[in-house]
């Protein structure tokens, strides 16, 4: 099970940092990644880390401003969003996959088997 917290509402240029604590999974043998999906858009993908904890992707409308890691003793994944804008406002949403001992880049929705029920977040200009 993924839980995500941390959303809210927030100014354009402000900083938001989300959770997602995952139990009943052996968490540090997951791949982790976040995706967003707008009001009447399709799910994007924002950024994942993989299960060793030292690759890192992020999608080019958040790189240089959003930042994923991972603590694996205590089972949860972040994000660090720094300078938000109205365009990042979304529901974000964790997801994981198994994936101890690969190393398969993982940016797609159907490269995850796992979902949180998201957390909406809103940036206001």
């Known amino acids: 099970q993924l839980v995500e917290s941390g959303g809210g509402e927030v100014q354009a240029g402000g900083s938001l940092r989300l959770s997602c604590t995952a139990s009943g999974l052996t968490f540090s043998s997951y791949d982790l990644g976040w995706f967003r999906q707008a009001s009447g858009k399709a799910r994007e993908f924002v950024a994942n880390?993989?299960?060793?904890?030292?690759?890192?992707d992020y999608g080019d409308s958040v790189k240089g401003r959003f930042t994923i890691s991972r603590d694996n003793a205590r089972n949860t994944l972040y994000l660090q969003m720094n300078s938000l804008k109205p365009e990042d406002t979304a529901v974000y949403y964790c997801?994981?996959?198994?994936?101890?001992?690969?190393?398969?880049?993982?940016?797609?929705?159907?490269?995850?088997?796992?979902w949180g029920q998201g957390t909406q977040v809103i940036v206001s200009s």
């Open positions: 880390i993989n299960w060793r904890g030292h690759s890192t």
């Open positions: 997801a994981a996959h198994y994936a101890k001992y690969t190393n398969i880049p993982r940016t797609a929705v159907s490269d995850f088997g796992s």
